[in-house]
């Protein structure tokens, strides 16, 4: 079964393969050659626990595009939603669609689907991790700075769900990571063993200009995540924030990334994200190509 959880399931080899897909796929549609329309005649389930805008739509239209029929599932309206397990959902859904992803909050929720379901289960962001994210942010890579094999990649702030897909990526396609966050902050332990057991280059610091010398791509994301407290975490992240005197110091042709959504003035100020570095747009359009990418690798398989 091709499901899509985390990026260290994979080889460098299949995650490579379907990025080139998706540069193919988007470069066809620029060229208005169209797809083929390998999904008509499927449907894809489509769970959502959080609110989405970039994941929902590009996903929607992705299928659509490709012929398939989406379904959208406010896990509220669920049956899930007052008490069925998760096990007879992913039953029960394997039964009737040709996929199913999800975005949950418990990473265990996702895992449990992807257990009982027959069909394949794609990871739409839970607390944990976020690949299909990491998906267009490599593609972005890609088209601005070549091969990811040696890049150098700054990321600032909290150390979040889409942190753990970069360490992931990062371990996968060789290039160097430099987490910058408060030291309380810090990646999971067991995630960084992995990734220095399977020779990942990442660099934890606390030092913001260390970490942002000369780099080639800036990335950070909100200090609060969807389902997490604030705390103090609008005062811990401060120095963390992207601006543009500390872009002064990244690589003249380095660019920002930032998975949306953005809170201008907190984790990035407008100058940044608005201006002539930020490859934010580009970032999302690629969700887009990206998730196609993965739906194919998924029902190529099944
Ligand atoms: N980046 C991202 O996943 O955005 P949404 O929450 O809008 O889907
Ligand atoms: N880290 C953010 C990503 C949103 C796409 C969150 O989980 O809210």
């Given at each position: 079964m091709r499901h899509f959880l985390d990026l260290k399931d994979f080889s460098t080899n299949t995650l490579q393969s379907i990025l080139d897909a998706g540069l193919c796929m988007k470069a066809a549609q620029k060229s208005g050659?169209?797809?083929?329309?390998?999904?008509?005649g499927k449907s894809v389930a489509m769970i959502f626990e959080k609110p989405s805008t970039r994941t929902r739509v590009s996903f929607e239209v992705g299928i659509t595009q490709l012929g398939g029929t989406p379904l959208i599932l406010s896990a509220s309206d669920l049956q899930s939603g007052r008490g069925e397990s998760i096990e007879d959902t992913a039953r029960v859904l394997s039964r009737y669609v040709n996929a199913i992803l999800i975005r949950c909050y418990k990473h265990e929720t996702l895992l449990t689907l992807a257990k009982h379901s027959s069909v394949p289960v794609i990871n739409a962001l839970t607390n944990w991790s976020h690949p299909c994210q990491l998906m267009a942010d490599l593609m972005t890579m890609i088209e601005y700075h070549?091969?990811?094999?040696?890049q150098t990649v700054a990321w600032l702030g909290d150390v979040n769900n889409v942190a753990v897909s970069w360490i992931e990526a990062a371990v996968r396609f060789d290039f160097q990571l430099r987490i910058a966050s408060p030291?309380?902050?810090?990646?999971p332990a067991d995630l960084m063993a992995w990734a220095r057991a399977n020779g990942g280059d990442i660099i934890l610091t606390d030092d913001v200009n260390f970490a942002i010398d000369k780099v080639q791509t800036v990335v950070t994301d909100v200090?609060?995540?969807?389902?997490?407290?604030?705390?103090?975490r609008s005062i811990d992240f401060a120095p963390y924030q992207v601006n543009e005197k500390l872009m002064k110091s990244a690589a003249c042709d380095a660019i920002f990334m930032h998975c949306l959504p953005a809170r201008r003035g907190m984790e990035v100020t407008a100058e940044v994200i608005d201006g002539p570095q930020s490859a934010v747009f580009d970032e999302a359009e690629n969700r887009l190509h990206a998730q196609k990418a993965v739906m194919l690798w998924c029902l190529e398989g099944n």
């Open positions: 050659d169209g797809h083929e329309l390998s999904l008509s070549g091969p990811l094999y040696g030291q309380n902050y810090a990646p200090w609060i995540s969807m389902g997490a407290d604030e705390g103090s």
